[in-house]
Structure formats: C-alpha cells, structure tokens
C-alpha cells in the first residue's frame, strides 16, 4: 500500500524545484521523508524539534494554526506546486483549509487532502472525544468495534463538495492507500454536478461514503497522475491559442 509520501513524492517530481506546503504536520514523518523541494509545513503544535531546522533556507516551519498562517499572506499569489492539508479532521476546517490553500496553488498545481475514506463508523466521526469515549465504552462492553484506531473524521464530505459546488477543480481519490483526494484545476461540464445542497453534504455520514462511493472516483496513482498531466496539458495549449 502506498505511503502518503509515497502519493506526494510523485506529484513533486513532475515540477521543476517544486515548492510544497504541508497543513498540520504533527511529528513530521511525512514532512521530514520528502526530499528535493521548498518546503513549508503549519502545525500549532510541532512533536518534532523545530529548533534542529534553523538556518535551513529550503524549510519554513510555523508553529501557528492554519487560519493564522494563512491570514498573514495575501490571496492570489501562487506560490506552491503542491499542497498537502492533513490538518485537523473535520469537514469545516478542511474546507476551510481548502480554500485558502487554492489561494496560494500556482496554476498548474496539486492538493492532495488526506483521510477521505474513513475506514468505520468511529473513525467517521468528526468530533474525536465521542469517538475516544465510544471506543472506550464498546472495549468495557466486551464487544469492541471492528477499528484499528485510525481518525479520519467526516472529511470525506469535501470531495462531495467540491464535486457539487466548486466546478472549476476536477479531483479524483488514491485507491492504492487509506484514501487521498487529489484536486486540480480542471473545469468540469454543468451536468457533472449533482444536485446537493449544502446543508445535504453538511448531513452525510458514514453509509454515504459507501452509498456515493462513484463519487470519490476512486482509481489508482497512475491513473490520477495521467489525468493530472493531460489537464495541465491541455491548459498550456489553450493559453498558447489565447496569447
């Protein structure tokens, strides 16, 4: 099974001294195995020593939460090639994330948007103390639920929404892993948006990630980055038309 890195890594090494922004770093081991590129990487509360990356001119490091981070720079400068938001696990915050993030995505880039495919009821949930105290509660009970102890929350929802509501991106999800939503600028037609509201996405939970599982659009690595190429392809061709 691949490794988020592993998903990462790959979209990086279609640019030319990519730059990369991680949100929500936690210990860093995916932001530490990621080689060759301008990095930055948000999280209001590093486990790592930040202090051992000082002087490194290639790494930025800010121990701030991400609606700081981005209110501190202005909107509509593309700066990053890829995008990774692997903040905190609901589908506010991530929204949120996503569209400040979009902000700042140069016009041929990427954002990857982990843990879209929670893998069990509890790992669905958005709030993180019900499911401590639900899985705490069902091992008292004898009967435990069938979790690995994985927290996805109910990000899952985003797909659905960009799906709906934000026709300029096209996205496609890494069925190679636990589930990585990968996003690009790629208008799609207006009959390729289903009809949700979003107080209806707001009210999805665990069944209707298998119920709309078309919707996620689930393929593999190699298969997302050809269409990730061909989009960026076909963008080039028509701005040369245009020029």
């Excluded at 790494?59 to 400068?77: T, W």
């Excluded at 696990?89 to 879209?116: K, P």
């Amino acid at each position: 099974m691949l490794s988020r890195s592993d998903v990462i890594s790959r979209f990086l090494e279609l640019f030319d001294n990519p730059t990369y922004l991680e949100i929500g770093v936690n210990k860093g081991e995916t932001f530490h195995s990621l080689g060759n590129c301008q990095k930055i990487g948000v999280d209001p509360a590093f486990l790592f020593d930040v202090n051992a990356y000082q002087g490194n001119p290639d790494i930025g490091l800010y121990q701030i939460s991400s609606d700081e981070f981005f209110g501190r720079l202005p909107a509509g400068k593309g700066r990053f090639d890829v995008i990774y938001l692997d903040g905190l696990h609901t589908f506010e915050q991530t929204l949120r994330d996503f569209l400040n993030a979009s902000e700042l995505l140069r016009q041929n880039g990427v954002i990857i948007i982990d843990d879209v495919l929670p893998n069990s009821f509890d790992a669905s949930l958005p709030d993180f103390a019900q499911v401590a105290r639900l899985r705490e509660l069902s091992s008292q009970t004898g009967t435990p639920w069938p979790f690995d102890g994985s927290w996805m929350g109910d990000v899952f929802k985003l797909p659905l929404f960009i799906e709906s509501f934000l026709q300029q991106f096209s996205y496609a999800t890494v069925g190679d892993n636990h589930g990585q939503a990968v996003v690009w600028r790629q208008t799609r037609p207006a009959d390729a948006l289903p009809p949700r509201s979003v107080e209806q996405i707001a009210r999805l939970d665990y069944r209707d990630t298998i119920l709309s599982r078309d919707s996620f659009n689930i393929m593999s690595l190699d298969a997302i980055v050809d269409l990730f190429q061909s989009a960026a392809a076909a963008r080039r061709e028509s701005e040369n038309i245009y020029r």
